[in-house]
């Protein structure tokens, strides 16, 4: 007992010692009066002497190698690794093959669902007559069709015909380029699994939406009032004499066809027959059954209204009442069917649309979750620390602000290459989780996949006939006017950069409240623009009524939380903070328990009889219990080594919790 009290108030002095010379501990009664002695700091917890600084969530990760050093390895196991290696670099490209693929049949998938609705919503030219309506026109069938290149190709086809006015067009085409930003956030939903991932993905991810939406909110008011992009782009189209061209080559198409075609082919031009009011293509499918065809001039007997209608009066007869005329036609000769799964289906387009959907979706998701596993698996040690340098390092000194223009200039050349802004910003996201590239350099390889994606309807409109080239390619113009427009507003001055904190702000929401992420794909995608669209249709009074009050209790909102941060001193006490609101007004955490315990295994009555829910909860006991032992640690870590060496010395005592607290 003696020498458990001796130990007891040995630790007891070490708990009490201060730096102050009053509060020196006494050795045998004598104050101890060492003069060089250091101070001793005050005791601390030991979670907080082991606790790091915290870390930048938005830090690229160091990606060290974690295998056995090469200097390391015999010959057999460098062999191995090698094999490994190239094992892995083919299946990367088989399952990033794969991916563009599933990307592909994805869009075909959304066209035969929602293709005809998008024809028929675009064959409301009294609608797109409205700026916003037709913002949101081509915001909802951008995202109908998954594909921006095939909803601008349209207005260009409708442009061309004279049935859409290249004022009216312009708002549709601002609309394709917020539409088609959505594929790269869907890819984003699939890193959800990990939280660091999910953070950086979802916010490389939306920094475009952010930009698109962004210089649609000032671009489309100046538009409507000035027109500078409808007399911009007049002035250009019509000094240049350019002549009618063909399609240019899809260069990606080349790679994917054979694969996408033996699933399924499509008729494009039943969507632009829909959307230029040619009732015979609205019971027409779109699955495409005859792959080569031509056309012949015959001479066929036709029924006229009467005998001036004939051709001549030598071939005009009358049968009963009809009359009757010979008249050189032009007929479709069927030649060679095409060769995919849905040729001779009976299945609606609907049906199958559905089918290829949750196909692509699950091909999709599971190319992508091998991608980033063999990515993480590869890019390790030195050949990460390479690849990150040559992404993400600027140039020297006074040249570093040209690195973000050739950023640009390969994002465009990139998307030009694959004819496809979804396929590039897609691919690119995964990376961005990974911590291969940076939130920083995304953005403008993105501002860049931007411009690539113009080029897209520049070609189809010098496809167009003579007569409508010029209003065909104006249009175009005014896609890729648009663009550089934002670009010159969103990039050249560091602090307008304002897409990239936006993003990272939504990107850091998404990572603690997961769920948040599709919330806001069917708000920002679907229910804002049918709540626009619907407003539009009721008219200017109706929109004005409803949507100016809302837009300045927004601006008032981001106001207020601004000033929160940098100055509040200058708000009214009350508004210093949003604590006088509801919590759920203000904050997600209620919401976030709304959401668990509507998709928690208990919660569901059906699932009750699995034993999923015992099971669950046994494991949560079991791991709260260690979390418990585990944070049974003592206030002062020298305390707790002392312990270690005296129940050596002691075995008797192992049994007895040693007091650290100090009397």
Known sequence: MESQAGLEGSQGSTETAEPDDDCKPRINGIRETTVNEPPLHPANSTITLTENEPEDPWALPKLEATGVKWSELNTKMRMFRVLSTVLKIASLFGFLYLFVCSLDILSSAFQLVGGKAAGDIFKDNAVLSNP??????????????????????????MVSSGLLGVRSAIPVIMGTNIGTSVTNTIVALMQSGDRTEFRRAFAGATVHDFFNWLSVLI??????????????????AKSFDIQSGEDAPDMLKVITNPLTKLIVQLDKSVLNDIATGNPAAANRSLIKEWCKTTNEMVEKNVTVPNSL????????????????????????????????????TTISDLGVGLILLAGSLFILCSCLILIVKLLNSMLKGQVATVIKKIINTDFKYPFGWVTGYIAILVGAGMTFIVQSSSIFTSALTPLVGIGVISIERVYPLTLGSNIGTTTTAIIAALASPGESLANSLQIALCHFFFNVSGILIWYPLPFMRLPI???????????????????????????????????????????TGVGVPILVLVIFIIVTNVMQTKCPRYLPKVLQTWNFLPIWFHSLRPWDGVVQHATICCSNRCFRKCGCCKKNDDENVDKKEKLARSLEAYDNPVILENEKKDLKTFPALSETRVNSTAM
Not at 132 to 155: N, P, R
Request: proline share 2%; glycine share 6%.
């Open 132 to 157: 916003v309506a037709g913002l949101v026109i081509g915001i909802l069938v951008t995202v109908l069709v998954q594909s921006s290149s095939t909803s601008s190709s349209i207005v260009v086809s």
């Open 219 to 236: 671009l489309l008011p100046i538009e409507a009032a000035s027109g500078y992009l409808y007399h911009l782009t007049e002035i250009i």
């Open 309 to 344: 209608n004939c051709t001549s009066p030598e071939f005009c007869w009358m049968d009963g009442n009809n009359t009757l005329t010979l008249k050189n036609i032009s007929e479709t000769i069927y030649i060679q069917k095409c060769h995919h799964l849905f040729v001779n």
């Open 501 to 543: 904190r936006l993003a990272k702000a939504l990107g850091t929401y998404t990572a603690s409240y997961r769920w948040f992420a599709v919330t806001y794909l069917i708000l920002c995608f679907l229910l804002l623009p049918l709540v626009i669209f619907g407003l539009s249709v009721a008219g200017w009074q109706v929109l």
